[in-house]
């Protein structure tokens, strides 16, 4: 609710300081928007896939309008390269009917703005101003809608400021050509062209996506997902304006990491209460049932918070009578590796705080973990980081270069235990939708200050180590209501909730709304839903009958109720819960529900 407060009421702001500016507008400043208000067709106008059609109703004012349709993984973005003076003032405003609506400016060299509105059956004025860089000539102005919604329109749209204009300007560049797109990891693109005459910059176009500024004839795309085909097209830039798009070049990213392989296609993931007993009872580890392929052992605890110091050790038998001894655990364990299965040291929990906050701690991590997987002979990690493990300091807003020492640390000390271990090594991550999902409003302590730093702190570790990632299974559970992308909150403990979550990490998400900076969507081989087993596991028990309908929404697009996912996901690779433990205390219901869905 905050961030479209504050979105749309600075956009209510903006209008008002701008009517209220007092006199005319100098004589110098000038409309610099070609076409605004599409009378002359799609003229001057560049809408990504095809999705931008100008219609004769309904209309703002005038004979057309824009309407542009998202489809799949492409927004319906169309933009305008506009010729601007440098160091000046400029006001964008658009006329906008429809769901969810986005005006935005790029390239402006100082700070890039963009405003939203849900508006749908009724024009509403957006208004946004921003201020070019010392040396900026030319900026990106842009419309777009959300994934999977309607088609929005867009209508009489405006620049207004300083004419950069006058006889001698030089003319826009031509077009691109011999644009080549190479596939270099499971989330990188090459991209190369040949130079342009006359151009001082290039943009690089892929729908969806904002538009990326170059000054060189090539470029690496990355954060991509894997096993995706990517198209790119590039348009060339001057003081006078951007050419045409080339032609597109399409590329396919590898099938990538996901560090472990050797999961079935549909895996049960379990943790199990290794080191207590918690109420539910103490299962041996050769008791664990064959259903379970991934047996997460909890918890390995730091000697305190900031000391990264991670020990482990099996529950004492004045708590759990039945424990087997050390020799015997680990022959059960090597048991169950020899059946297929993975088991795995589970680092935090509820209780188990761990901040990396120095490069000190993050070694003694390393140490320490690395440690505990050779003792027991383990094929990996599971990062259930909670509380106050994980928050962002202020000014780190952007979750692809991550500045906070507790996240950079986590990621570097991960990345030397991968390098460790090598390609057999399994990662999994069970963080709380809080540190994930609820990133799609709020990100950190915000551009203003004043929020939780810990809103969407997962978001740049999971985003760094998404190669490496085997397993994400968000806790579907024990959680506020989240707003999914239909921009709708969502509360857990049925179906709706799992499936919207869900939804979120196979389709990505603009992180705090901002369109520059959209966390990618994962694989849905490396995506789990995570749930407590039973009503005594924790808050937001779903009954098996909803579990199957979220299952059935999210791999066949039956039983989706209203919420509509922006895909259809077979591949997703199954279930998480807490616990192996609590699933025994309850007979067994959540694993066999599993089995029977999967055909285990």
């Not at 040949?194 to 996506?209: E, F, I, L, N, Q």
């Amino acid at each position: 609710m905050r961030r479209t407060w504050s979105l749309l009421t600075a956009a209510a702001l903006a209008t008002a300081a701008f009517l209220a500016a007092g006199p005319p507008a100098a004589a110098a400043d000038a409309d610099l928007v070609r076409n605004g208000g599409f009378e002359a067709g799609l003229d001057g106008w560049s809408c990504s896939a095809g999705s931008g059609a100008v219609v004769t109703t309904p209309v703002h004012s005038g004979g057309s309008a824009l309407r542009a349709t998202p489809a799949g993984q492409d927004n319906a973005r169309c933009s305008q390269s506009v010729t601007v003076k440098p160091d000046s003032s400029y006001t964008l405003a658009a006329w906008v009917q429809g769901a969810y609506v986005y005006l935005g400016a790029s390239g402006t060299g100082t700070t890039d703005v963009s405003a939203w509105t849900q508006t749908p059956g009724a024009w509403k004025q957006l208004t946004i101003t921003f201020r070019t860089g010392p040396s900026t000539t030319s900026v990106a102005v842009y419309t777009h809608g959300w994934y999977g919604q309607p088609a929005h329109l867009t209508d009489d749209l405006t620049l207004i400021g300083p004419d950069p204009g006058g006889p001698g300007q030089p003319q826009p560049p031509a077009a691109p050509t011999g644009l080549t797109a190479t596939a270099t990891s499971s989330s990188s693109v090459s991209l190369n062209w040949t130079a342009v005459p006359g151009a001082t910059s290039y943009t690089v176009h892929r729908d969806g996506a904002a538009p990326l500024s170059v000054t060189s004839t090539s470029t690496a795309v990355t954060g991509l997902a894997a096993s995706t085909t990517y198209t790119f097209r590039v348009s060339a830039v001057n003081a006078a304006g951007e050419s045409p798009q080339s032609a597109p070049a399409s590329a396919t990213t590898t099938a990538g990491g996901g560090g472990g392989g050797g999961l079935p296609a549909h895996a049960l993931v379990g943790y199990l209460h290794a080191s207590f007993a918690n109420g539910s009872g103490y299962v041996r580890m050769a008791d664990v049932p064959d259903s379970w392929d991934v047996v997460n052992l909890v918890f390995g605890e730091p000697t305190s918070v900031t000391s990264g110091d991670i020990r482990f050790r099996l529950c004492p038998v004045a708590e759990c009578p039945n424990v087997e001894s050390p020799a015997e655990f680990k022959a059960a364990i090597k048991a169950k590796q020899a059946a297929g299965k993975k088991v795995l040291i589970s680092i935090g929990g509820q209780n188990g705080q761990v901040q990396l906050s120095t490069t000190a701690a993050r070694d003694t991590f390393v140490s320490s973990v690395g440690k505990i997987i050779d003792e027991y002979g383990l094929d990996g990690l599971d990062i259930d980081f909670e509380g106050h493990s994980l928050s962002l300091a202020t000014g780190d807003t952007d979750f692809r270069a991550p500045t906070t020492p507790v996240v950079v640390n986590l990621i570097s000390a991960v990345k030397t235990l991968k390098a460790k271990y090598g390609a057999g090594f399994v990662l999994t991550m069970a963080p709380e939708t809080f540190f994930v999902q609820l990133g799609y409003q709020y990100y950190g302590s915000g551009p203003w200050g004043g929020q939780d730093p810990r809103a969407g702190a997962y978001l740049p570790v999971i985003h760094a180590l998404r190669d490496d990632l085997t397993l994400l299974h968000v806790q579907d559970y024990n959680s506020g209501p989240i707003m999914g992308l239909d921009n709708q909150y969502h509360s857990m403990g049925g179906a709706d909730f799992h499936i919207a979550m869900t939804d979120m990490l196979l389709t990505g998400f603009p992180v705090a709304g901002n369109t520059a900076r959209v966390f990618p969507a994962l694989r849905p081989d490396q995506v789990a839903i995570g749930l407590p087993a039973t009503t005594n596991a924790g808050n937001g028990h779903t009954p098996p009958a909803e579990v199957n309908k979220a299952l059935n929404c999210l791999t066949r697009k039956t039983d989706c109720g209203s919420y509509q996912t922006h895909g259809t996901w077979p591949a997703l690779r199954g279930l998480m819960t807490w616990s192996i433990n609590w699933d025994r205390f309850g007979g067994w219901e959540f694993s066999r529900n599993f089995d029977a869905y999967f055909g285990g």
